[in-house]
């Protein structure tokens, strides 16, 4: 955080409510990231915690009973929990992923039982990735077939964070085979749901601590009080839903960045070359000012496009721009800050490895950095 908090104009609120992350996330998750790194799993209890501190209700509006915090807080919290560990991060914020989906275009039953459900600890994902679309999204296979009363649904979503932990997953299926991108329509499935299993935990390169694995339905029976908005409309919902996501999205790997510039100037500082210390050496300064110029921008853009968020105007390509752009920063930056700790960075004693596993995941989910540059591209030139 720089002098002024993550922004000029941070009110106290947000400030307290930092204060507050950090204090948890020095007191409960430093001390077991990197056993929770190893083992691969997320952290149960701490998610519990995060509801103890009243956090569960971060994203559910008022008026369903929740903090109803804008998108310039969120954005702070995210930052704040990336710099103690960005899969924590991933997995205790996925756990309300799918209510942004509901809360779009649901009805007030559906958005109503969705906030119950989060403001309960219980987890709701999303789920639009399968084994043979990733991001040509138009050839999803999962299908639901109308029946009478409802819908059943066929299919195998992959790489879904928290398919374990959740209870529920909104889930992109397709409803007319005949109309590509309007013949695709959105379900809540319940865990529960006979049918519905969940595959094997997929074991990453990096944000360890954060849940993946398939979610699988083989003729499960969805009522259709469970569509979620217009029949026909899920493909559009669900790139509606993206966007909406990416100030707060990239908060995480502009954290992580932050980390790794803190980690480096700290490290430079200390470690000696003849005399001094390397932090006396232009080629470290650089470094170090090319990261700080780099985490800089990446959050004024975040920001900007927070604000826009909560003023109620959509963010457009600025959210792609965001996206692309703040990955990239963010692995460019803990790239450099390794460089700085010479051989040291490459250890796994030291944090900064880590960080570089865990930060290559931003450019690759919720969209590549491809199809972001295609969005843009095609958006400007159209
Ligand atoms: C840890 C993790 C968590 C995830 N969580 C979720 C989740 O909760 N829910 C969910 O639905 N999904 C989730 N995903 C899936 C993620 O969104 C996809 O992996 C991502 O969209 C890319 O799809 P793909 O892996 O099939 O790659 P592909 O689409 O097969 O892409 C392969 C390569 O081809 C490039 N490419 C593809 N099309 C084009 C094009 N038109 N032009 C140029 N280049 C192109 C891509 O950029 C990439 O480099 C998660 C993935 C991971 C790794």
């Given amino acids: 955080m720089n002098q002024y908090g993550y922004y000029l104009g941070m009110s106290q609120d947000q400030k307290d409510i930092v204060a507050m992350v950090r ?26 915690k995060w509801g103890e501190m009243g956090l569960f209700g971060q994203d559910v509006p008022v008026e369903y009973g929740g903090l109803g915090l804008d998108a310039v807080t969120r954005y702070c919290i995210s930052e ?18 799918g209510l942004s989906a509901i809360l779009a275009d649901g009805t007030d039953a ?21 084994p043979q679309s990733g991001s040509d999204v138009g050839s999803t296979r999962t299908s639901a077939v109308k029946v ?17 932990l959740c209870s529920a997953c909104v889930i992109l299926a397709v409803t007319d085979p005949d109309a590509g991108y309007h013949g695709m329509s959105l379900f809540l499935v319940e865990k529960t749901d006979s049918g519905v299993s969940v595959g094997k935990h997929e074991d990453k390169m990096g944000m360890r601590l954060s849940d993946t694995a398939d979610f699988i339905m083989e003729n499960v029976f969805v009522p259709e009080d469970r569509l979620i908005g217009v029949l026909g409309d899920g493909f559009a919902q669900s790139m509606k839903f993206l966007a909406g996501k990416r100030p707060i999205s ?12 803190d980690l480096a100037i700290e490290y430079a500082k200390q470690r000696k070359f003849k005399d001094g210390p390397i932090a006396k050496l232009q080629g470290i300064q650089f470094m170090i000012a090319d990261m700080e110029m780099r985490v800089q921008a990446a959050r004024a853009m975040a920001i900007y496009g927070a604000q826009m968020t909560d003023a109620g105007i959509p963010i457009g390509t600025l959210g792609n721009c965001l ?17 700085i700790y010479g051989g040291y960075g490459y250890s796994r004693e030291y944090p900064i490895e880590k960080l570089l596993r865990d930060v290559r995941l931003y450019s690759i989910f919720e969209g590549t950095n491809q199809i972001q540059r295609q969005i843009i591209g095609k958006t400007l030139l159209s």
């Fill in 80 to 97: 704040e929990l990336a710099k103690h560990d960005a899969g924590f991060l991933i997995s205790n914020s996925c756990y309300a992923f």
């Fill in 323 to 339: 996206k692309a752009f703040g990955s990239e920063m963010c692995y460019d930056v803990v790239n450099m800050a390794l460089q």
């Fill in 23 to 48: 204090e948890f996330a020095e007191r409960e998750l430093d001390p077991i990231v990197r056993e929770y790194d190893e083992k691969s799993e997320f952290p149960i209890p701490l998610h519990e």
């Fill in 148 to 164: 009478d009363g409802g819908y059943i649904l066929n299919g195998t979503k992959c790489f879904i964070t928290n398919a374990t």
């Fill in 250 to 261: 990239v908060a995480g790997a502009i954290g992580v960045a932050q980390h790794a510039l």
């Fill in 110 to 130: 559906q958005k109503r039982a969705a906030c119950d459900r989060i403001l309960r600890g219980e987890g709701i994902s999303m789920a639009i990735t399968e």
